[in-house]
């Protein structure tokens, strides 16, 4: 399965971006789909996750910011970004959640100035 993020950009703190993660394949068939944040520097981490009949779970960091949706027809997994933060800065990765990952590919950046 390939996985491509994008969407990122340069936006000031206080803004808000829209991240999109298309699929090769159906993502019905992968089930939970998560968007992962790597800051500069450190271990990329997990923000968001969306089950397959989208229910949501998110890291302290973002709750309440963030919101995760997903188009089963389109392949497609959604990150809405607001109220962005400076350390919310790094690249944006979308996966499955689990052991088994898919390969990881390029991420979108995201670059939050102050």
């Known amino acids: 399965v390939q996985l491509q993020a994008s969407g990122g950009g340069l936006v000031q703190a206080g803004g808000s971006l829209r991240l999109s993660c298309t699929a090769s394949?159906?993502?019905?068939?992968?089930?939970?789909m998560a968007w992962y944040h790597q800051a500069p520097g450190k271990e990329r981490e997990l923000v968001a996750t969306?089950?397959?009949?989208?229910?949501?779970n998110f890291a302290d960091s973002v709750k309440g910011r963030f919101t995760i949706s997903r188009d089963n027809a389109k392949n497609t997994v959604y990150l809405q970004m607001n109220s962005l933060k400076p350390e919310d800065t790094g690249v944006y990765y979308c996966?499955?959640?689990?052991?088994?990952?898919?390969?990881w590919g390029q991420g979108t950046l995201v670059t939050v100035s102050s």
């Open positions: 996966n499955r959640v689990g052991p088994r990952k898919y390969d």
């Open positions: 394949r159906s993502i019905l068939s992968i089930g939970v």
């Open positions: 969306i089950t397959a009949v989208g229910n949501t």
